[in-house]
Every structure is written in structure tokens, then in C-alpha cells.
T-cell receptor, first 110, second 114 residues
Framework: DAKTTQPPSMDCAEGRAANLPCNHS???????VYWYRQIHSQGPQYIIH?????ETNEMASLIITEDRKSSTLILPHATLRDTAVYYC???????????WGAGTKLIIKP | DGGITQSPKYLFRKEGQNVTLSCEQN?????MYWYRQDPGQGLRLIYY???????QKGDIAEGYSVSREKKESFPLTVTSAQKNPTAFYLC?????????????FGSGTRLTVV
């Protein structure tokens, strides 16, 4: 079973920041949080990952709460091309495997 | 450009037939993975390989087989024992099993049983 909980869908206006929440209340101390996205019928694309500090790259920012039980992916200026399913994934420590849930379908509206 | 190539993009199979999906990478990654995706669902791990000539079963390995004779190649065979093979199949790789830099995915093969 997936170790994360995400809303099934979200809308965001083009040009605005898209904030995608994720709950991972059972995460253990050595498990990373990964974010990927999947545009329809393509392979997933890596976005960002983190352990306990906030992270930022050219695509997005990842904010992890101090207790590590939840996180938020922020797309600062969403475009129509950001419409995709976004997966928040916890990496299982002992086997180093990713456990995928159903993700959040993000729709960017003009 | 480096990446993962999956072929074919679309594949049709008759019931009772085995079929092999190709996955080739030129990223010099040690670890490779096969996932299955059903409509509206996340990815489920079929098999993974951390090194040449070694592979382990994932969560849904029944009815599937793999080989890893070369670092670059990790083909998946869907056998007649797989009761519901129609799905989207994704191959991925990572630098090592414990890679922190994320996984690279291929563009997928959509298998349909007719």
C-alpha cells in the first residue's frame, strides 16, 4: 500500500503558484520524499526529492514540515504544460524501492 | 542524448502467447526496474535488477520474467501465465540501487491482449 495520501485532483490558474499537498504520517527517519509527474501516456518525470530540509531546483520547491509527516510541492508559476498527474512517493529505506499511490491530477486553466 | 528506450510503443498479443518488451539504456546506470500501470492507478513494481546477472521480484512478479545479461538491457517477458496482462509497462533506471538523484523512465509500452 502507498505510504502517502494526496488529493485526487486540483485546479490552478495559469501563472499562479500551484501548491500540491502530501501526507506521509508513517514516514520513518531515513525515508526520503520524492515527487514525480506524469503527462498523459508518458513515462514519469523526476521533479525533486528531500529528507527533512526544504529543497528548491529549477522546476519546483519542496517544503517538508518539521515533523516530516507532510510536505508540499510548489510550482511557482504554473503553465499549461504543467498539467499532469503528480506523485508524492516515499522511498522505502531497507529495499530502496519507491511506493507509488494514485497521485494528484493537476489541471492548469488559462 | 542519454536515456531509456522502450520498444515497441504499442503491442498486441493473442491470449496464450508470450511477448517480450525491450528496454535499453545508455546512461551507464547499474539499477533497472520494470513497472506496470493500470488506468487511474500508480505504478507497481514487477522486477528490478541492481547489477548484471542479478534481479529480484517486485510486488507483482507472477506471470513475468526478466533477464539482465548486459548492463544496458533489461527485457521483460510477459508470459501466458499472466492472467491480466493488458496494461502500460514502464522501464526505469537509476545510477545505483540507492540513487539519490531520482529515476529515469522510458516512454512506456502499451500492451493489449486481443
Amino acid at each position: 500500500d502507498a505510504k502517502t495520501t494526496q488529493p485526487p485532483s486540483m485546479d490552478c490558474a495559469e501563472g499562479r503558484a500551484a501548491n500540491l499537498p502530501c501526507n506521509h504520517s508513517t514516514i520513518s527517519g531515513n525515508e526520503y520524499v520524492y515527487w514525480y509527474r506524469q503527462i498523459h501516456s508518458q513515462g514519469p518525470q523526476y521533479i525533486i526529492h528531500g529528507l527533512k530540509n526544504n529543497e528548491t531546483n529549477e522546476m519546483a520547491s519542496l517544503i517538508i514540515t518539521e515533523d516530516r509527516k507532510s510536505s508540499t510541492l510548489i510550482l511557482p508559476h504554473a503553465t499549461l504544460r504543467d498539467t499532469a498527474v503528480y506523485y508524492c512517493i516515499v522511498r522505502v529505506g531497507s529495499n530502496y524501492q519507491l511506493i507509488w499511490g494514485a497521485g494528484t491530477k493537476l489541471i492548469i486553466k488559462p | 542524448d542519454g536515456g531509456i528506450t522502450q520498444s515497441p510503443k504499442y503491442l498486441f498479443r493473442k491470449e496464450g502467447q508470450n511477448v517480450t518488451l525491450s528496454c535499453e539504456q545508455n546512461l551507464n546506470h547499474d539499477a533497472m526496474y520494470w513497472y506496470r500501470q493500470d488506468p487511474g492507478q500508480g505504478l507497481r513494481l514487477i522486477y528490478y535488477s541492481q547489477i548484471v546477472n542479478d534481479f529480484q521480484k517486485g510486488d507483482i512478479a507472477e506471470g513475468y520474467s526478466v533477464s539482465r545479461e548486459k548492463k544496458e538491457s533489461f527485457p521483460l517477458t510477459v508470459t501466458s501465465a499472466q492472467k491480466n496482462p493488458t496494461a502500460f509497462y514502464l522501464c526505469a533506471s537509476s545510477i545505483t540501487r540507492t540513487a539519490l538523484g531520482g529515476y529515469t523512465f522510458g516512454s512506456g509500452t502499451r500492451l493489449t491482449v486481443v
